[in-house]
């Protein structure tokens, strides 16, 4: 019904930076908050940064100032500049989206398959 595809990871040197995009398709009436989630091997997954419908922005303390989320309502696509990177931002990323297929339903969340980001020298 709704599909996240994620893009822009890899492997890039400390101090780098990448650019995250998430797009989404099929059955979309509106789409509340948008986000991107990390994990890290062995730890708990962690929200990166928030955005709401209106632009409204969230981020966790250790990516402010460094990481910036945007997104483009006509295109459906969320993205998170990632500047400065630190090997402790290495983890897989995952992009959620709280999507409604219809007027009347509730919105429901949905995941992008995740992309890898690995900082290291």
């Known amino acids: 019904q709704v599909q996240l595809v994620e893009s822009g990871g890899g492997l890039v040197q400390p101090g780098g930076s990448l650019r995250l995009s998430c797009a989404a398709s099929?059955?979309?009436?509106?789409?509340?908050?948008m986000g991107w989630y990390r994990q890290a091997p062995g730890k708990q997954r962690e929200l990166v940064a928030a955005?709401?419908?209106?632009?409204?922005?969230n981020y966790a303390d250790s990516v402010k100032g460094r990481f910036t989320i945007s997104r483009d309502n006509a295109k459906n696509t969320v993205y998170l500049q990632m500047n400065s990177l630190k090997p402790e931002d290495t983890a897989v990323y995952y992009c959620?989206?709280?999507?409604?297929?219809?007027?009347?339903?509730?919105?429901?969340?949905?995941w992008g398959q995740g992309t890898q980001v690995t900082v290291s020298s």
């Open positions: 099929g059955s979309i009436f509106s789409i509340n908050d």
């Open positions: 955005i709401t419908s209106g632009g409204s922005t």
């Open positions: 959620n989206a709280a999507v409604k297929t219809t007027d009347w339903g509730l919105p429901y969340d949905y």
